[in-house]
Every structure is written in structure tokens, then in C-alpha cells.
């Protein structure tokens, strides 16, 4: 594992016992509809971010594996299950998922992959009706909430 000398981008799993770190801005940025992302992710698309194993350090903890597939494996946090990467067996990149930087607004995806199994409502969800969180909890419930998650920085 060499050392990030300059972070450029940060994040890790929801409870924390995994964090990580870019020291170079993400090579693509795409989202996955196929049946096997759908699975891995527990969602009906997944996002990533490709980085070279070169500009990428696991900063806390190791994450565990689960090899999807004859290919690849899929790294997700074995304490609250939280799903982080999916990468090739011997590539030479990791593709972080985008959920998980502690600012998601920086990785625009630009591309989309195995739209065999694109979902035919994804397309339509700007056009539903949408509230803010607090708009649907309403103000008293909201603050009366507390979080568990690890906050979105180090
Ligand atoms: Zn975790
Ligand atoms: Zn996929």
C-alpha cells in the first residue's frame, strides 16, 4: 500500500470503520444498471468512480471481498455492510462507488453500462412528485432525529 500524498477526495462507509482516500481526480465516472450491480449495490442502478490503484489508499480499515464473479470482486464494509467497489482480479483500477465520497456532488457520472437491464421507470424519476426530507418528516421530527452514520469527513 504506497501513501496518498495529496487528497483530493475522501469518504468511506456509513458506521466508518472504512475510510478512504484519492490523491488523483476519478479516470471516468459511470453508472451500472446490470443485474449484477442491481444485486451488489441493493439499489436499481449502481455508480462509480474508476481510479488507478496508484491514486487510491484505504485510509482506515481493510474492507471485505466478495468475488461476484469469475472476473471480479466487489469490496464492501464487513461491519455495517455498507458496498464500496467493484474491480477486476489483477486490474489496474478500483471503481469506488460514488454513494459513498463524503461529496457525492463531485463524481457526475458520464456514461451508463448495461442498460440490458435498465429498469424502465429510471429514466422517468424527475418527473415524480418530490418533497425534501423535511418536507416529508416534518421540522419536529427531523430534529429529534439522531444519526449513527459516520460524518462526511475525516
Ligand atoms: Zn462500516
Ligand atoms: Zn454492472
Not at 9 to 29: D, H, M, N, W, Y
Not at 57 to 83: E, K, M, N, Y
Not at 133 to 151: A, C, E, F, M, R
Request: hydrophobic share 35%.
Amino acid at each position: 500500500m504506497t501513501a496518498v500524498t495529496k487528497t483530493v477526495l475522501t469518504g468511506g462507509c456509513q458506521c466508518g470503520a472504512i475510510r478512504f482516500a484519492l490523491s488523483a481526480p476519478p479516470k471516468k465516472v459511470s453508472i451500472c444498471h446490470c443485474r449484477m450491480c442491481q444485486k451488489a449495490s441493493g439499489a436499481p442502478f449502481a455508480s462509480f468512480a474508476d481510479i488507478d490503484h496508484a491514486d487510491f489508499v484505504w485510509t482506515r480499515g481493510q474492507p471485505a471481498a466478495f468475488h461476484s464473479s469469475s472476473i471480479a470482486l466487489r469490496d464492501f464494509c464487513a461491519v455495517c455492510g455498507t458496498p464500496l467497489s467493484f474491480r477486476r482480479v489483477d486490474g489496474a483500477s478500483i471503481e469506488i462507488m460514488t454513494g459513498t465520497f463524503d461529496r457525492p456532488d463531485r463524481l457526475v457520472p458520464t456514461r451508463q453500462y448495461g442498460t440490458e437491464s435498465r429498469l424502465g421507470w429510471v429514466v422517468g424519476i424527475a418527473n415524480l412528485p418530490s418533497q425534501t426530507t423535511l418536507q416529508n418528516y416534518g421540522p419536529d421530527k427531523v430534529s429529534g432525529i439522531v444519526s449513527h452514520q459516520h460524518p462526511d469527513h475525516d
